[in-house]
């Protein structure tokens, strides 16, 4: 995997600190343990997670079940990451705790998009040949 900013692939520290971060945010959201208002935590999903080189920024990809009202959850969520922060605080022992940015993931609808131009072509090439 590599950083789309700069082209170069994530050092293994960042990876693996990305997955323990990507891993701990999922238990907290499932445990409801953030205590954020207006929002079911256990309905989010945790997609991944990408630390910057110095380790004191993550990107947090996230998309509610359903992918319903996404702009809507990573607003809330961005409003109240000092919470999810502080709850993470609790969980973690890592020397620099690192700011939130909520970001939604499109990754799905890109799959599936990419899927639906795939289907289009083989149908038009068995359409072609036969």
Same mark, same amino acid.
């Given at each position: 995997?590599?950083?789309?900013?700069?082209?170069?692939?994530?050092?293994?520290?960042?990876?693996?600190?990305?997955?323990?971060? *990507?891993?701990?945010?999922? @238990?907290?959201?499932?445990?409801?343990?953030?205590?954020?208002?207006?929002?079911?935590?256990?309905?989010?999903?945790?997609?991944?997670?990408?630390?910057?080189?110095?380790? *004191?920024?993550?990107?947090?990809?996230?998309?509610?079940?359903?992918?319903?009202?996404?702009?809507?959850?990573? *607003?809330?969520?961005?409003?109240?990451?000092?919470?999810?922060?502080?709850?993470?605080?609790?969980?973690?022992?890592?020397?620099?705790?690192? *700011?939130?940015?909520?970001?939604?993931?499109?990754?799905? @609808?890109?799959?599936?998009?990419?899927? $639906?131009?795939? $289907?289009?072509?083989?149908?038009?090439?068995?359409?072609?040949?036969?």
């Amino acid at each position: 995997m590599t950083d789309q900013t700069s082209q170069r692939p994530f050092s293994q520290r960042q990876l693996r600190v990305g997955e323990l971060v *990507k891993q701990n945010l999922g @238990e907290l959201f499932i445990r409801n343990e953030a205590k954020i208002p207006n929002i079911n935590s256990k309905l989010i999903t945790v997609t991944e997670v990408r630390m910057t080189p110095d380790l *004191k920024t993550a990107r947090v990809y996230v998309i509610p079940l359903g992918g319903a009202e996404i702009k809507e959850t990573v *607003k809330i969520l961005t409003e109240y990451s000092h919470l999810v922060r502080k709850a993470l605080s609790k969980r973690l022992d890592i020397k620099f705790l690192p *700011k939130l940015t909520f970001v939604e993931d499109n990754s799905f @609808e890109y799959a599936e998009k990419i899927e $639906k131009i795939i $289907k289009q072509n083989n149908d038009e090439e068995k359409k072609r040949y036969n």
